[in-house]
């Protein structure tokens, strides 16, 4: 069974601060990765999702993410945060052939000081 | 592209009650869509996976004779929570997987519901 370790529940940065958030997965063949955003009271939004090639991915909003095999990791990062980028990040994960069905994680609550 | 939308997106009903809840794909044809609860500070715990013209695989614990799923057409899933109780209220999220893309789910903006 896939699963998704993120073990940072909270993060506080300063905006302009780097950002990086991290993930773990265990799947036992390449999974396919995801990370969501979720604003308060809002669905969740798809800032980038790795399938293969290229293990460094870009996103949306600045953000980009590195899948690396062999740490089982898929952090996510950003050089300069903004204040709007306060909010919930989920990273998930998928199977080739799951149907779009994922596991996700507990998420990590983004605060960003003025 | 890959829009996908609830109505409505906040409801209050009384105890007793049914609701439902739509999930539409607005620009995509999604063969798979997905029923998500989630409860304050906490992760998405999904309910179900609904399949076009197929009957819904429901998670383990979920009651599939309180929670039902149509999925009609390529477009439009339903959630009825059937009998509503305090303890249904929640926010719920769908999703959908678009067919023309690699496997990747599309959330909605999701629906508050508060059964008083």
């Known amino acids: 069974a896939q699963s998704v370790t993120q073990p940072d529940i909270h993060i506080t940065v300063s905006e302009g601060a780097s950002l990086e958030l991290r993930c773990n997965y265990s799947?036992?063949?390449?999974?396919?990765l995801f990370w969501y955003v979720q604003s308060p009271g809002q669905g969740l939004q798809l800032l980038l999702k790795?399938?293969?090639?290229?293990?460094l991915v870009q996103g949306i909003k600045g953000f980009e993410a590195e899948f690396k095999r062999s740490q089982s990791s898929f952090n996510l990062r950003k050089p300069s945060v903004h204040w709007s980028d306060a909010a919930e990040y989920f990273c998930?994960?998928?199977?080739?052939?799951?149907?779009?069905?994922?596991?996700f994680g507990k998420g990590t609550l983004l605060t960003v000081n003025p | 592209g890959a829009v996908v939308s609830q109505h409505p997106s906040r409801v209050i009903c009384k105890s007793g009650t049914s609701v439902k809840i739509e999930c539409r794909s607005l620009d995509f044809q999604a063969t798979t869509m997905f029923w998500y609860r989630q409860f304050p500070k906490q992760s998405l715990m999904l309910m179900a996976t609904s399949n076009e013209g197929s009957k819904a695989t429901y998670e383990q614990g979920v009651e599939k004779d309180k929670f039902l799923i149509n999925h009609a057409s390529l477009t439009l899933s339903t959630l009825t929570v059937t009998s509503a109780h305090p303890e249904d209220s929640s926010f719920y999220i769908c999703s959908a997987g678009d067919r023309g893309r690699e496997e990747t789910q599309y959330f909605g903006p999701g629906t508050r519901l508060l059964v008083l």
């Open positions: 790795y399938f293969s090639g290229d293990t």
């Open positions: 998930a994960v998928g199977s080739p052939g799951s149907n779009y069905k994922l596991t």
């Open positions: 799947y036992g063949a390449t999974p396919y």
